[in-house]
């Protein structure tokens, strides 16, 4: 069965507004987790990851917040601009190998 | 910033042809990866390898499905027999340690006619 998911498969947020992308997973033993940003036509990107023994990791305008208590996942986006129109996708590092297990992705949509 | 180059972008096969999909990793990266994304679906992980071998592979990476690493450089895919549901992005990923971020290509995209 699905790993690692996401709750909303589209988000519509004002530029300069904060986005918020949420993902939960499954696999409790799971102990890193990475977001990726894809843009049309284009290959996953990595944004930021994080370790199971932080909770919180920031990075140039971006945040994850890992709660391992529900088992769930943030993306945070500070003043999000045109350019951050992507599909985002958590993922999880299989914790028995070295494959990464992909959600099924939130397109953000930034509004004018 | 060394990035994953994959060739072609586009490739077009007629039903039952075979197929090589090329990826140039980034050249200190250790372990490699090749996945697949049907259009407007998450990414699925197809096979990982390393040292000269397959460390891993998935139930979609059947026995039609290869991979070599004929030189040093370069990390090719084959589909021996395609079939119509193989139309995909294919994407090859790197890096150096399984403890750190896997780089992706910008993909192949198939399509079985």
């Known amino acids: 069965g699905e790993s690692v998911g996401l709750h909303l498969p589209t988000l519509s947020v004002q530029e300069g507004d904060n986005s918020i992308i949420n993902c939960a997973y499954s696999?409790?033993?799971?102990?890193?987790f990475i977001w990726y940003k894809q843009e049309s036509g284009k290959g996953p990107q990595f944004i930021i990851d994080?370790?199971?023994?932080?909770d919180k990791r920031q990075g140039q305008r971006v945040t994850v917040l890992l709660n391992k208590t529900v088992k769930h996942l943030s993306l945070q986006i500070a003043a999000t601009q045109p350019g951050d129109s992507a599909v985002y996708f958590c993922?999880?590092?299989?914790?028995?190998?070295?494959?990464?297990?992909f959600g099924k992705g939130t397109r953000l949509h930034i509004l004018p | 910033e060394p990035e994953v180059t994959q060739t072609p972008s586009h490739q077009v096969t007629q039903m039952g042809q075979e197929v090589i999909l090329r990826c140039v990793p980034i050249?200190?990266?250790?372990?490699f990866y090749w996945y697949r994304q049907i259009l407007g679906q998450k990414v699925e992980f197809l096979v990982s390898?390393?040292?000269?071998?397959?460390?891993?592979k998935s139930e979609i990476f059947d026995d039609q499905f290869s991979v070599e690493r004929p030189d040093g450089s370069n990390f090719t895919l084959k589909i021996r027999s395609t079939k119509l549901e193989d139309s995909a992005m294919y994407f090859c990923?790197?890096?150096?340690?399984?403890?750190?971020?896997?780089?992706f290509g910008d993909g192949t995209r198939l399509s079985i006619l």
């Open positions: 390898f390393y040292n000269n071998e397959i460390s891993e």
């Open positions: 050249s200190n990266h250790l372990y």
């Open positions: 993922a999880e590092n299989e914790p028995r190998g070295d494959k990464i297990i």
């Open positions: 994080i370790r199971s023994n932080m």
């Open positions: 696999n409790s033993a799971s102990d890193y």
């Open positions: 990923a790197s890096t150096r340690d399984r403890s750190q971020p896997q780089h």
